[in-house]
């Protein structure tokens, strides 16, 4: 085992955005520690990229810990953290019941701060880095959409915050992808060309980001960041 190679953990490994930034950062020469709550998924991309599969729940304090454990047990070291995990809901307002906004919350936002807080002393001695995953839709939103948007405005916050609070032994930024195509719905003609730079994004576009921020030699000069990946779509004007 090469102990010089940097260490990173990704969560909502196991499928989309989560999948593409392992890949992409295995490809780089990072160690990738795979976590995500869906075991199966997990696994498979931990095979993919030759990783260590972990399955938690990043929004519970105890098995955010235990993951960071984990990670200090075996490589004794700690370079970078992309905590991409999060879900979703859409329902009118009156729907919603307050475990269900807890639970985004918990998975999207708090699952952050717990990360960050277990695995400081690492990644203060690594001179590491903190790739959080926001939103568009901290700046805008569909009805429906409560929790999710709070939750990425949230991260945005938060990111200056750590930022603010590591420094400056750990940079902390954040990406912000508009709309990318996971697979999970049909994507048409129309969605492409509204698009200012002509298609809707891939999971590929935002694990370049994250392999960007990650990068020391690249991006050292930034922190408290939010880049925006959204295919120009926020600076669009529109109307109707």
Same mark, same amino acid.
């Given at each position: 085992?090469?102990?010089?190679?940097?260490?990173?953990?990704?969560?909502?490994?196991?499928?989309?955005?989560?999948?593409?930034?392992?890949?992409?950062?295995?490809?780089?020469?990072?160690?990738?520690?795979?976590?995500?709550?869906?075991?199966?998924?997990?696994?498979?991309?931990?095979?993919?990229?030759?990783?260590?599969?972990?399955?938690?729940?990043?929004?519970?304090?105890?098995?955010?810990?235990?993951?960071?454990?984990?990670?200090?047990?075996?490589?004794?070291?700690?370079?970078?953290?992309?905590?991409?995990?999060?879900?979703?809901?859409?329902?009118?307002?009156?729907?919603?019941?307050?475990?269900?906004? %807890? +639970?985004?919350?918990?998975?999207?936002?708090? !699952?952050? *701060? $717990? &990360?960050?807080?277990?695995?400081?002393?690492?990644?203060?001695?690594?001179?590491?880095?903190?790739?959080?995953?926001?939103?568009?839709?901290?700046?805008?939103?569909?009805?429906?959409?409560?929790?999710?948007?709070?939750?990425?405005?949230?991260?945005?916050?938060?990111?200056?915050?750590?930022?603010?609070?590591?420094?400056?032994?750990?940079?902390?930024?954040?990406?912000?992808?508009?709309?990318?195509?996971?697979?999970?719905?049909?994507?048409?003609?129309?969605?492409?060309?509204?698009?200012?730079?002509?298609?809707? %994004? +891939?999971?590929?576009?935002?694990?370049?980001? !994250?392999? *960007? $921020? &990650?990068?020391?030699?690249?991006?050292?000069?930034?922190?408290?960041?939010?880049?925006?990946?959204?295919?120009?779509?926020?600076?669009?004007?529109?109307?109707?």
């Amino acid at each position: 085992m090469n102990a010089s190679r940097k260490v990173v953990v990704v969560t909502g490994a196991g499928r989309g955005i989560g999948r593409a930034i392992c890949e992409r950062l295995s490809g780089d020469g990072w160690r990738v520690v795979c976590a995500d709550i869906a075991e199966q998924e997990n696994q498979e991309t931990a095979a993919l990229v030759r990783g260590d599969p972990v399955t938690c729940d990043v929004g519970n304090e105890d098995s955010a810990e235990a993951l960071v454990r984990f990670v200090s047990d075996k490589y004794g070291r700690l370079d970078g953290i992309v905590s991409n995990a999060g879900i979703n809901r859409f329902e009118p307002l009156a729907d919603w019941t307050l475990a269900q906004w %807890g +639970r985004i919350i918990a998975t999207n936002l708090t !699952a952050s *701060f $717990l &990360l960050a807080r277990a695995s400081e002393k690492l990644l203060r001695s690594a001179k590491g880095a903190i790739v959080l995953m926001a939103s568009t839709r901290a700046h805008m939103s569909e009805p429906g959409t409560f929790a999710y948007s709070a939750s990425k405005g949230g991260i945005v916050a938060l990111t200056h915050s750590l930022a603010m609070s590591l420094q400056p032994d750990v940079r902390v930024n954040c990406i912000a992808p508009g709309w990318i195509d996971t697979g999970k719905y049909p994507i048409e003609p129309d969605d492409h060309e509204q698009h200012p730079v002509g298609r809707v %994004g +891939r999971p590929e576009d935002i694990a370049a980001a !994250a392999a *960007f $921020l &990650l990068d020391g030699e690249q991006s050292g000069f930034m922190t408290g960041q939010e880049m925006v990946v959204d295919g120009g779509m926020t600076k669009k004007m529109i109307y109707v």
